[in-house]
């Protein structure tokens, strides 16, 4: 028996994983010498199937036998039958079907030589697609050379058959006197001593085009994965602005790709960073509510803005409750602010409302002074009338000046009095000369004489001297500064 012909079998195609890319090519030299030579092979392909915006792969088979099925007899002088290493009538059949068996395509057909003209003594023959007898045989008639190679495809291979090489028997054809057995559509039918084809696997055109899309497809997801990524940096750094920009180029991604359970989740996360922008919005009117009562001179004005800046804080807490409890934190700290900053107004309005009590009532006895001195004239003298001293008030944090009119025997906290209704802030401390002033001692007492210039402290004053005490001190425990530095700016704090 001649060389038998190697059946291949690709391990390494079979074991391939689902995701094959976008290229398929399994090429196979096929030789048959002998009768007995056959190949006959079922692989085993994924393909990709598109369902809307989606893909899924399904495993597909491709079948390929190629095999003759006669053979040369020959009958010696004795009338013994003798077979011979020569063939016709070989099969060849190309079946595509899905893993159930349902065939999409198929071509079977049988393959025998005929000899040009029926010159016996031609060294040369034509293949061509026999009939040979049977019920089908496709491409009957048709000459398969290596021009007009064999094609069978469906949408997803294209399986290509093309001719090598074949070599006819040099001795024997199919003589109708001698072969009776010989069924052909030819009349010159000659034996094959071999037979040489190029067997070829490949995905079809549609296919290959869905591949790509798919691979764009992918490309398309891993990028929103970096958007998604590039998201969350900017989420977890608090820049909710790009963040929200970011998950919106990966949700459209994901939304064209049909990822559904993703989209839910981003946007999530488009929610949440649009609520973070509208609470740190509000809170930001809030903030700038704050800043500009604390910088007008009007009290009526301030108290406005407070309480505006009170209401922007209390709906950014709101908001805040429910994604950040820290802010929520930090709005309900700016909340009591404003209801401190509040209060020492309306306080500062109850003391001009009495000292107004006061002047009047002064006035009034001032006139009954006079009526009681009309009325008494020619009794004893009046004692005299105590001296006016005139003091320069200086508000440390305002820097604004004002004259304010005391007497000697006037105790400071009467001259606190004055200096409110003056400004329209209680001064909580009267420093004369860097000392502070008790409120039980008077005027003369702490040696205030007209034209001394004092300097008020208020409640803001103390606010900011507290926050730059703890400041320094963190910078001190930080080691930022040395002892004697953090001693040195201590004591000048301290002191005012």
């Known amino acids: 028996m001649k060389k038998a012909v190697m059946v291949f079998v690709s391990i390494l195609l079979m074991l391939l994983p689902a995701v094959q890319g976008p290229a398929l090519s399994y090429s196979k030299t096929i030789k048959i010498d002998d009768f007995d030579d056959e190949f006959a092979h079922a692989f085993n392909f994924p393909v990709y199937v598109q369902e809307g915006s989606t893909f899924r792969t399904e495993d597909r088979m491709v079948r390929v036998a190629i095999s003759p099925r006669e053979r040369m007899m020959w009958e010696s002088g004795e009338g013994i039958y003798e ?29 025998n030589c005929e000899i040009v003209d029926c010159d016996t003594n031609a060294w040369e023959g034509r293949l061509f ?15 398969f050379d290596k021009t007009t190679p064999l094609i069978v495809e469906d949408q997803y291979f294209k399986v290509t058959l093309n001719l090598v090489d074949f070599k006819k028997s040099a001795d024997y054809y199919c003589h109708p006197d001698y072969f009776y057995y010989c069924l052909s559509d030819s009349e010159c039918l000659a034996f094959l001593d071999s037979l040489v084809l190029r067997l070829g696997i490949d995905y079809s055109s549609s296919q290959n085009q869905l591949l790509t899309s798919y691979e764009d497809q992918q490309l398309q997801l891993e ?98 409750d429910e994604i950040d409890a820290a802010q929520s934190t930090e709005c309900q700290m700016w909340i009591n602010k404003c209801d401190d900053e509040i209060g020492n107004l309306e306080g500062v309005g109850r003391l001009r409302s009495r000292l107004i009590i006061i002047v009047l009532v002064i006035a009034l006895v001032a006139v009954a002074g006079m009526v009681i001195s009309r009325i008494t004239k020619g009794k004893a003298p009046i004692a005299a009338k ?32 004055l200096i409110a209704t003056k400004l329209g802030v209680l001064p909580l401390q009267i420093l004369y000369n860097q000392e502070p002033c008790p409120p039980g001692k008077t005027v003369k007492e702490c040696g205030l004489k007209d034209g001394a210039r004092v300097e008020i402290l208020t409640e803001r004053n103390l606010k900011s001297r507290e926050e730059k005490l703890q400041r320094l001190e963190e910078r001190y425990r930080e080691g930022k500064i040395s002892s004697e530095l953090y001693e040195s700016l201590k004591k000048k704090l301290e002191e005012g």
């Open 83 to 111: 077979d011979v290493n020569f063939f016709f009538k070989v099969s060849v059949s190309v079946t595509l079907s899905d893993a159930k068996g349902t065939v999409s395509e198929d071509f079977s057909s049988y393959l």
């Open 129 to 143: 697609w026999d009939k040979a007898g049977e019920e089908k045989a496709d491409y009957a008639g048709k000459t």
């Open 223 to 320: 990028n929103a994965l970096q958007y998604e990524g590039i998201a969350d940096e900017y989420f977890q750094a608090g820049k909710f602005q790009e963040a929200k920009t970011e998950y919106e180029k990966a949700i459209a991604i994901y939304d064209q790709g049909g990822e559904e359970s993703k989209c839910d989740g981003i946007q999530e996360q488009i929610d949440l960073c649009n609520s973070f922008l509208d609470a740190q919005e509000i809170m930001r009117k809030g903030m700038q509510s704050f800043q500009e009562a604390a910088a007008t001179d009007n009290y009526d004005e301030a108290i406005k803005e407070y309480e505006n800046a009170r209401s922007y804080f209390e709906n950014a807490k709101a908001k805040f």
């Open 386 to 417: 105590e001296e006016v001293l005139v003091l320069r008030v200086l508000d440390s944090q305002t820097k604004k000046e004002v004259n304010v009119e005391v007497k000697p025997s006037d105790r400071i906290g009467k001259v606190r009095q």
